[in-house]
């Protein structure tokens, strides 16, 4: 059970490490970030998006 934990957390350090340099390296944008917002909401509430409601962000 040890190693399960052991390699999750160099999973998450990975992909934390991961996220930092591809802000640094200007890969993801704060445009990026509310695309992908507004994509999961979309996608979990489906059924607001088929009732006219607009989950853009912003504007």
């Not at 445009?31 to 509430?45: G, H, P, S």
């Not at 059924?47 to 853009?56: A, I, Q, R, S």
Request: charged share 15%; hydrophobic share 65%; no cysteine.
């Amino acid at each position: 059970m040890a190693r399960w934990r052991w390699r999750s957390l160099v999973f998450l350090i990975y992909v934390v490490i991961g996220i930092y340099v591809a802000w640094v390296y200007d890969y993801i944008t704060p445009a990026v970030l509310r695309d992908v917002a507004e994509a999961l909401l979309a996608v979990f509430l489906w059924f607001l998006v088929l009732l006219g409601v607009d989950l853009h962000l912003g504007g």
